[in-house]
């Protein structure tokens, strides 16, 4: 009882802040633009500020795990692997990049950050998560959704200078590096920047979750129901199932563990839908795959936790 406690104290308050969204936009007090702004917002300036207070406070030393990020990275390479290779099932050839898109792209920036700082109070491990596993993320997502258009198109240069581009100006990665710096520098932080920078990112978590309870629609949950329910579980159990144990295996515990599980068997994130229809891609797929692991990840997510804690893993 006390181990489903503490995993339904990591995940209920999360799912009542995206609840709380969705009942917002249910009252009229939020839209479907001011979601998406509020969205953009917190993508753009808390969440990025939050990462770089948990890690420009910190010993750099402490902080760096070279093996923990080379796991993170090679665990997201075999993932879009294998989600690759389960789309060849399907006859229908046009879902195959939103398919692979949607099976490994974790919301791991928001769901992850709020995940650790429920349990331990700071950011912990997410930010290593990050830098092992997003920019992967971005790359591959490009490459997939231009390998398998409906209307096959070249991965010419221009793509991949956005791309490189993207990647290198991405908010959450500028805050990283910006914190990572700020710490094996061991620049000292002053207290008036410091509650400045605590104020700023605290907003990080609350309104993100809020704005991505707000843009859900229960109805795109069900459109293409059969890949959808393949590509969410697979989102949510297949590829947790393959890799805790071998993170287990290799020692990690605690913060690390759970950063993983967040990279692993989290949602499928929002912008999945926003990559896919921009790149010639239908997007109905994508959007029931958002819409269904988001609405069961309080399930599995408290499950994971619960069989880890019992394990007294974290």
Not at 148 to 163: A, G, V
Request: proline share 4%; charged share 15%; glycine share 8%.
């Amino acid at each position: 009882m006390e181990n489903l406690i503490f995993s339904l104290n990591a995940t209920v308050p999360i799912f009542i802040m995206m609840v709380l969204g969705l009942v917002f936009r249910r009252l009229g007090w939020i839209d479907e633009v001011f979601a998406s702004r509020m969205n953009k917002f917190v993508f753009l300036v808390p969440l990025p500020v939050l990462l770089f207070e948990d890690l420009a406070t910190v010993d750099f030393t402490q902080v760096w795990n070279l093996k923990f990020v080379l796991f993170c990275f090679a665990a997201t390479l075999v993932s879009i692997g294998l989600a690759a290779a389960v789309s060849f099932l399907w006859k229908d050839r046009t879902i195959q990049g939103e398919f692979i898109q949607a099976s490994y792209r974790s919301s791991a920036a928001l769901l992850g950050i709020a995940f650790i700082q429920n349990i331990y109070g700071n950011a912990g491990m997410a930010p290593l998560m990050i830098i092992g596993s997003v920019p992967l993320y971005n790359i591959m997502a490009v490459v997939v959704l231009s390998f398998f258009q409906p209307e096959r198109k070249r991965l010419d240069r221009e793509l991949w200078l956005t791309t490189l581009k993207g990647i290198i100006t991405n908010p959450i990665i500028l805050g990283i590096a910006a914190g990572l710096l700020w710490s094996a520098l061991k620049i000292p932080m002053p207290s008036i920047l410091d509650k400045t920078v605590s104020s700023i990112g605290g907003m990080a978590t609350p309104l993100g979750l809020m704005a991505m309870g707000a843009t859900f629609d229960i109805k795109k949950a069900f459109a293409r129901l059969k890949p959808a329910a393949a590509a969410s579980v697979i989102k949510l159990a297949g590829f947790a199932a393959i890799f805790l144990p071998i993170a287990v295996m290799l020692g990690f515990r605690e913060e690390e563990l759970v950063a993983i599980l967040i990279m692993l068997g989290s949602a499928t994130t929002v912008s999945c839908f926003v990559m896919a229809k921009n790149m010639g891609h239908e997007g109905v797929l994508t959007s029931s795959v958002v819409m269904l692991t988001t609405m069961f990840s309080a399930f599995t997510l408290t499950g994971w936790l619960f069989i880890l804690r019992s394990m007294g893993l974290i």
